[in-house]
């Protein structure tokens, strides 16, 4: 007779026993899981090392840049009339500035109509615009005022034009989309009734055609004494990587200044001393060991992390240039912390930037030895070498993946194995229920044989 409950026919807890002896099989499991969070924990933590490496070798590579070394910027005496602003390689320069005119748009508008008034006239307008090709616009007798501003603005041709209203009626704009002399404009037309929109002529009391109400005009401004024009009050052209942007006219001059950023310069600086000092606080995270909880970093035996936080602290402490006025970045304020951080002397700094090429020398100097060499090429090289397809972190990572995939394997057999234990103890349980239970029922037959021998 078969057992359909484990442990019936014996009396014995069989599932306790299989669920305790295979727990006892899954014992290593504890410390295999342990070793994968670990694991997975270095794994992070050399991604986040990966990450701010590159971001070292980044900022350093951006000092390396001739342009991280003139920056220009521009001032100007009194921006209100005269604003300024520079592109990279503009060149120092110093110069006065007297804005005499400013460049205007032309306008015209037609005289006022009812509103919603018809044209009542088939013909067409020709906008000309300088000495460009005209433009002809249809116009149809049932045209509004609205309907002729939408046919120009549709026309390209070079104006704009709405309606504006005026006491109650209503009278048709035209505006020059752009500035100076060379955009202003003639509107002609080609049938009697439509007179109203020509700009050839200008009548009086009262007007009978569009009125030119601003005439275009050039710019007009001193630079450093010279009288210059301008169809645009944005002016990009009178000094090399310089844009002026003139915006009222002037009494007295404007001094207008561009030179080297130095800020700029102290700024790349210091990207470059925050970047290390991050990377230098997570690798210091990783690798210490707290006292009080007895409890060590997850990367405090790693022999890759201390290796690199020692060539990484021994680089920044080396020495630099072997001729130049500075030579060790202390010279121009950059000081190591007790915790190997490093913070900048804002004083020192000032005084480096005011001797810009011998700083520069400092930093950027190739002299073809990594021991000698600018200190933003050493670095730059040394975070390159770390984070490379080929580098120690690279290596590093794809190690413990190797063993995060072994270590999953490990946990697969150990399971397996439990698996198979409960499995042949739960065969073996079965087989001694059933057996207990035939025994079980030759006892009942035997004892009720004897009983039936008693009776007779």
Not at 128 to 155: C, H, Q, R, Y
Not at 324 to 332: E, N
Not at 347 to 373: H, I, P, Q, R, Y
């Amino acid at each position: 007779m078969a057992i359909s409950s484990l442990g019936l026919g014996s009396g014995i807890d069989a599932n306790s026993i299989v669920s305790q002896l295979g727990a006892i099989e899954r014992q290593p499991l504890q410390q295999l899981k342990s070793k994968a969070s670990t694991l997975q924990t270095q794994l992070s933590l050399y991604g986040k090392i990966k990450s701010q490496a590159s971001a070292l070798g980044d900022a350093a590579a951006d000092l390396m840049l001739s342009s991280a070394w003139s920056a220009p910027k521009a001032t100007s005496s009194n921006a209100n009339a005269v604003g300024v602003s520079v592109n990279t390689g503009a060149a120092a320069a110093s110069v006065s500035v007297e804005v005499k005119t400013m460049a205007r748009s032309q306008s015209a508008a037609t005289v006022a109509v009812d509103v919603n008034s018809k044209v009542g006239t088939d013909g067409s307008l020709s906008i000309k615009l300088g000495s460009s090709t005209p433009v002809k616009i249809n116009v149809e007798s049932a045209d509004t005022m609205a309907t002729l501003a939408s046919k120009i603005n549709a026309a390209s041709a070079g104006v704009t034009a709405a309606v504006v209203m005026d006491g109650g009626k209503e009278r048709l704009m035209v505006r020059s989309s752009s500035t100076g002399t060379a955009n202003g404009f003639q509107i002609t037309t080609d049938k009697p009734g439509l007179e109203k929109f020509n700009t050839s002529a200008t009548d009086t009391d009262p007007p009978s055609k569009m009125l030119i109400s601003q005439q275009a005009l050039d710019a007009e401004y001193m630079l450093n004494g010279v009288t210059l024009k301008a169809s645009s009050n944005k002016i990009n052209d009178a000094l090399p990587g310089v844009n002026l942007t003139l915006s009222q006219v002037t009494t007295t001059p404007v001094e207008i200044t561009v030179e080297n950023d130095l800020e700029a310069v102290k700024n790349k600086i210091k990207a470059v001393v925050d970047a290390y000092n991050t990377l230098n606080q997570t690798l210091a995270d990783a690798t210490k060991y707290d006292a009080g909880s007895k409890t060590a970093g997850p990367l405090q035996a790693d022999s890759l992390t201390l290796s690199m936080q020692m060539a990484l602290r021994s680089m920044m402490s080396s020495r630099g240039l072997e001729t130049g006025t500075f030579k060790v970045l202390s010279d121009v304020g950059i000081e190591r912390n007790t915790d190997g951080s490093y913070k900048i002397n804002s004083k020192k700094m000032t005084d480096g930037v005011s001797n810009l090429a011998e700083l520069k020398k400092l930093f950027t100097t190739d002299t073809g030895n990594s021991s000698t060499n600018g200190f933003a090429l050493k670095i730059r090289d040394f975070a390159r070498g770390l984070v490379s397809a080929d580098g120690r972190i690279t290596n590093r990572s794809a190690g413990i993946q190797t063993s995060i995939k072994k270590n999953s394997e490990d946990q697969d057999r150990v399971n397996q194995r439990a698996d198979r234990v409960e499995e042949n103890l739960r065969r073996q349980y079965s087989a001694l229920d059933n057996k207990m239970a035939q025994m079980g029922g030759l006892s009942s037959y035997v004892s009720s044989q004897i009983a039936q021998w008693n009776k007779s």
